[in-house]
């Protein structure tokens, strides 16, 4: 049929074709716009947030009498811009702007800050556009810039970029203490690689933690639930599961059956890692661990290597969580080239103090063996 034989759906006397395409045209170029508007809103801000924080520091450390009185100079400031321009500039706010200069006040050049902050040149867009010092919102930088420890701040930093978080997931991984569970529970040369260069590397070893923490399924009161509630509780909060499991995974499916020799079995939940290009096996135990769990979750893995798994992709993961295990006995139970681990779940948050503690002694005793 040529175009001028082409039927044109017509209703009402319109061209229904052109008018969803306005009409989604429309659609996608007020998002667009919107989406803009926020992020220069945003780098507008961070960036306003930044200066204020760098005259504020630069004010209290001229001289003695000036850093003597340093609260006194916030104060007033808060005082004259709570006057001008209302809510927003509170003492606490302003301290807020403070700590984000101190974190981030490497991030900014001296040219960038020239144009926004003295000149209030035009260019100044440009320039932030071009260097893309912040890629967060500034709810998330006011979390990191209360991160004391630079690499951790860097870590929660680049994990929350790449994995997307919204602030609240930022939050919860901060307070879950994700960067200490993470190096406390990698190889040693890869945990002291990722405190040093805050990247984690995407390899099984580095990705797997122990404990995970499962605090959202809130089974604290329920001593004496069973396996299954437990991967119910996990289904009903996948998207929490898969924030906490790490980078990259995606659900295939809970109770996965196999057949084998006319026998059946089950996986409890299938993962798959797109970085680790595998499938990734879950066993669920609330008992102490037991050594046949592991040699049945080594069954587990090698069905899927010689009947599931493509060329293209790596060998599966098996990955036991329990609720408790014995780490001599799962060391001597598995071969030391198996892709296989046991951690163990919590269902409430770590103490972060004594993690931290832990960790630091941790680095210490390894830092002191290397100068031996």
């Not at 122990?210 to 009161?221: N, T």
């Not at 293209?312 to 014995?326: A, F």
């Amino acid at each position: 049929m040529n175009k001028k034989n082409k039927i044109v759906p017509i209703k009402n006397g319109v061209d229904v074709l052109n008018l969803d395409a306005l009409c989604r045209n429309s659609v996608e170029l007020i998002q667009y716009a919107r989406r803009l508007a926020v992020k220069q809103i945003n780098a507008t801000q961070l960036m306003t947030f930044y200066s204020l924080g760098r005259w504020i520091v630069e004010e209290q450390q001229q001289g003695e009498s000036r850093a003597k009185y340093g609260q006194q100079v916030i104060a007033k400031l808060s005082e004259t811009l709570s006057e001008k321009f209302g809510r927003g500039f509170s003492v606490d706010n302003l301290e807020n702007m403070r700590r984000f200069y101190l974190a981030y006040k490497d991030r900014i050049s001296e040219t960038a800050f020239r144009k926004f902050a003295l000149e209030k040149s035009e260019t100044a867009s440009r320039i932030l556009d071009e260097d893309a010092p912040f890629r967060l919102s500034c709810s998330h930088y006011l979390i990191l810039s209360r991160i004391k420890d630079e690499q951790e701040r860097l870590f929660y930093e680049r994990e929350a970029v790449q994995s997307g978080w919204s602030v609240k997931q930022l939050q919860r991984q901060h307070g879950g203490s994700l960067y200490e569970r993470l190096l406390l529970s990698s190889n040693k040369d890869r945990a002291l690689q990722i405190a040093r260069d805050a990247n984690i590397p995407d390899t099984a070893t580095a990705q797997i933690k122990d404990p995970y923490v499962l605090e959202f399924l809130g089974l604290q009161e329920s001593p004496n639930y069973t396996e299954s509630e437990l991967e119910t509780r996990i289904i009903d909060h996948l998207q929490e599961f898969l924030l906490e499991m790490g980078k990259g995974y995606s659900f295939v499916g809970r109770q996965v059956r196999f057949t084998f020799d006319e026998d059946h079995f089950w996986v409890d939940l299938v993962l798959y890692n797109r970085l680790l290009k595998c499938f990734v096996l879950i066993d669920l135990k609330t008992d102490k661990l037991k050594h046949q769990d592991l040699g049945q979750m080594q069954m587990y893995v090698n069905y899927y290597d010689r009947f599931e798994k493509t060329d293209e992709e790596n060998p599966t993961i098996g990955l036991l969580l329990c609720s408790e295990k014995n780490d001599n006995m799962v060391e001597l139970t598995l071969p030391e080239d198996a892709n296989i681990y046991a951690s163990k779940y919590e269902l409430y948050l770590p103490d972060k103090k004594a993690l931290q503690e832990k960790l630091v002694q941790w680095i210490e005793e390894e830092n002191g063996s290397e100068e031996l």
